[in-house]
């Protein structure tokens, strides 16, 4: 298993909250889709590795959790936005990125986004060291 780049024209996201919980987990989604939405992509996949927030999104039956179906239903509305769109569950071996800048931003009490250059250079090298493991 490797993450793989997505073919072009589509963007990849990977989303991740760094305490686990499903509440933060969709918020991270949420931000990560509004944010690409206001830069103007129009062909997504979104991957992270809450699966019950991805089946959430993908409408799987059982999959809904009252506690965070307003954020569901905010995510898909945007979803709606885009020409194309996939949503797709990856374990936390592939989303070590986006693991690792969450971790960052939740010891730092950072929220929402942030330019790449704030992030340290350590993070993203304990990054890229997982990634040649």
């Known amino acids: 298993?490797?993450?793989?780049?997505p073919f072009p024209p589509n963007v990849k996201?990977?989303?991740?909250?760094?305490?686990?919980?499903?509440?933060?987990?969709?918020r991270a989604a949420l931000?990560?889709?509004?944010?690409?939405?206001?830069v103007g992509f129009s062909s997504?996949?979104?991957?992270?590795?809450?699966?019950?927030?991805?089946?959430?999104i993908q409408s799987i039956p059982n999959a809904q959790l009252w506690t965070i179906d307003n954020v569901i239903f905010d995510i898909k509305s945007i979803l709606a936005n885009f020409s194309f769109w996939l949503v797709s569950h990856v374990y936390r071996e592939l989303n070590t990125a986006a693991h690792s800048?969450?971790?960052?931003?939740?010891?730092?009490?950072?929220?929402g986004t942030?330019?790449?250059s704030s992030i340290p250079t350590s993070v993203l090298e304990e990054w890229s060291e997982g990634v040649g493991s």
């Open 101 to 111: 800048v969450a971790r960052w931003a939740l010891n730092c009490k950072c929220s």
């Open 1 to 5: 298993m490797c993450w793989s780049p």
């Open 31 to 38: 931000l990560a889709v509004q944010k690409i939405h206001e």
């Open 114 to 116: 942030f330019p790449i």
């Open 13 to 26: 996201l990977n989303f991740d909250a760094a305490i686990g919980e499903e509440g933060a987990e969709a």
């Open 44 to 56: 997504i996949i979104l991957e992270g590795d809450s699966l019950l927030v991805i089946q959430a």
